[in-house]
Each structure stands twice: as structure tokens, then as C-alpha cells.
């Protein structure tokens, strides 16, 4: 009877330490669900992981065809959609290294347009791939020194026959005979005429950067040489007879030659400096002599001033005698 008693006993007392137990193991969670909070808040704001940003640049493959041909020369690989006809010009340059950017001309199809150098890569593609077909334009030189090699050779030509080399002319003759005062005011604006043209090419006219085939370097120079000489050759000529009508037709077409010069330079001014009213628009800037050609005040004056060296020299001949 009395073991008994103590079993109940010793039951009672596990089961009381039990609940005690697990009643401190309650409060115990109880306040670390409590204290996870101001644990969280003491600690600041939870910092996100930076997104991962993936790249959606859209890269090309230029396959470049001869045009003749149609024989793969190469493939300019990696090329985005912001690249422009002159990066793949000097891409091309640095896998064939002869033919260097302004040699090299572009084209959608064969004998279509050549590609002009600030078109982007993605206005021509259809798809990843993009063909284009080379042609081979020959050695270039730049707009700058055919303009510079135009005007600098008349200036050379004009004062070889200003000072009557023995080469062209009769030594003893060009000694008899002195020169008039009209051979030396039509040397001053000659030189005066080309000089003009020569500042406004390193000053006032806004070239383009692009290149023409050496041929029309050639071409040019032949046309304004040549003019120099045929027009030089007589006026300086020791057997030129001034103007039949005097000090009155110098005169005349002297004042018509300044204004034809002052003309001709404030309307090259304009055209280098025009004023845009709406927004600003990238411009490719055309080569000298088609603006002279097109526009109707500057191809006035210059035409006016062509059609007055008749009017300066035709009585000022060569006479036989």
C-alpha cells in the first residue's frame, strides 16, 4: 500500500516537471518570436539582391562579296546595330589592310548605289547576316587638296608668263618691247581672283571629309591650268596692243570685275554659314564646285565675271606686226 503511494507520488511529480517544462520552453519561444522583430528592425531595411541585367545588343555579320566576282573576300563579325558603313570600311581595312576606307565602296546589290558612311547597319539589315558587295573605287585623295592644287597651279602658271621666261617668249622681243599698265592690273587681279579662292578653302568653305578618284584631281587641274595658260600666253604676249577703247574699258571692266568678286565671296559666306529655323539636321556637306553650279546667285556672278574677259581682252590682241 505504501509503495504504491509513492509511485502515484513520484508520477505526479514527473508530470508537474514535465508541464513546467514545457511551459518554459513556450515562454522561451515566446520571447524569441518577440524579440525577432525588434532584432530586424535594429538591423535596417533587408538589402534585395541586384537583378542580373542580360544583354540584348543584336550583333551582325557582314559578309563581303567581290562585285565583279561574287567571291567571298571576307566577314566582319560582332558588328551592332548603332555601327555605321564606316566602321565596317575600317573593319574591312584591318582584315585587307591594301584597301583602306576611302577606297572602299559598298553596295546592297551589284550595281546599285554605293553606301554613303553615316548609314547604320540595322536601316540595311533583313537578318543577322547582311551581304554586301565591294568594289574597289582606285586611289582617292581628299576634296581639300584637289581644291588647293586647282587654284595654287594658275597663280604658278600665270607669273611664268607674267615675267616672260626666255622658254615661251622671244628674249630680244620681250626687251624692245615694254609692257602696258593693263598687263600688270590684269596680273594683280588674277592673283587677287585666286587668292580669294584659296583663303575661302582654308577659312570659309565647309568641305566635306569624303574622297574623289585621283582622276578628278586630274581633270580639275587640267581645266584651270589650262585655262591660266591660254589666257596668260596672250596678255602677256610683248606684242599685246592694249584696248582699242582706252582707260574707259579698263575702267568699266574693272569696277564689273570687283563686284563680280565681292559678290561671288559674301554668297560663298552665306552658303557656309546658313540659318537653320528648325531643328538642327546632320547635313553631308557638298563639294564646292556643284554649289557653285546650283546655286543661282553665285553661278550668276561667276558666269558674269567669265563673260567679261572677252570684254577685257578683245581688243587688247596680239598684234602681227
Not at 106 to 134: H, M, N
Not at 221 to 245: D, E
Request: glycine share 6%; with cysteine.
Amino acid at each position: 500500500m505504501f509503495k504504491k503511494q509513492k509511485s502515484v507520488a513520484s508520477e505526479c511529480k514527473r508530470e508537474v516537471f514535465s508541464q513546467g517544462g514545457t511551459r518554459s520552453i513556450q515562454k522561451n519561444d515566446m520571447r524569441n518570436f518577440q524579440s525577432f522583430p525588434q532584432l530586424v528592425l535594429s538591423g535596417g531595411p533587408l538589402k534585395s539582391t541586384p537583378a542580373v541585367k542580360q544583354s540584348k545588343t543584336t550583333h551582325f555579320e557582314i559578309e563581303i562579296l567581290d562585285a565583279q566576282t561574287r567571291k567571298q573576300i571576307c566577314i566582319v563579325d560582332k558588328v551592332t546595330q548603332t555601327s555605321t558603313i564606316h566602321d565596317v570600311k575600317q573593319k574591312f581595312h584591318k582584315a585587307c589592310p591594301k584597301w583602306y576606307p576611302s577606297r572602299v565602296g559598298l553596295q546592297l546589290e551589284r550595281g546599285g548605289p554605293f553606301l554613303k558612311d553615316y548609314i547604320t547597319i540595322q536601316s540595311v539589315a533583313a537578318s543577322s547576316i547582311v551581304t554586301l558587295y565591294f568594289t574597289d573605287l582606285g586611289q582617292q585623295v581628299g576634296w581639300t587638296t584637289v581644291f588647293l592644287a586647282e587654284y595654287t597651279g594658275p597663280l604658278l602658271i600665270y607669273f611664268l608668263f607674267y615675267l616672260r621666261i626666255p622658254y615661251i617668249y622671244d628674249m630680244k622681243e620681250s626687251s624692245r618691247r615694254s609692257r602696258h599698265p593693263v598687263v600688270h592690273l590684269a596680273c594683280f587681279c588674277h592673283c587677287m581672283h585666286y587668292t580669294r579662292y584659296l583663303l575661302e578653302t582654308l577659312f570659309v568653305h565647309k568641305i566635306s571629309a569624303g574622297h574623289t578618284p585621283l582622276k578628278n584631281l586630274i581633270k580639275g587641274c587640267a581645266f584651270y591650268w589650262g585655262f591660266t595658260s591660254w589666257i596668260a600666253y596672250y596678255v602677256n604676249h610683248p606684242r599685246y596692243t592694249p584696248p582699242s577703247f582706252g582707260n574707259r574699258q579698263v575702267t568699266v571692266s574693272a569696277i564689273n570685275f570687283l563686284i563680280c568678286e565681292a559678290g561671288n565671296h559674301f554668297i560663298n559666306v552665306v552658303l557656309a554659314h546658313p540659318n537653320h529655323t528648325g531643328p538642327e539636321q546632320s547635313q553631308e556637306l557638298m563639294p564646292v564646285f556643284q554649289v557653285q553650279i546650283i546655286t543661282p546667285s553665285h553661278g550668276c556672278f561667276s558666269w558674269f565675271h567669265v563673260l567679261t574677259i572677252p570684254m577685257r581682252l578683245d581688243h587688247g590682241s596680239v598684234s602681227q606686226s
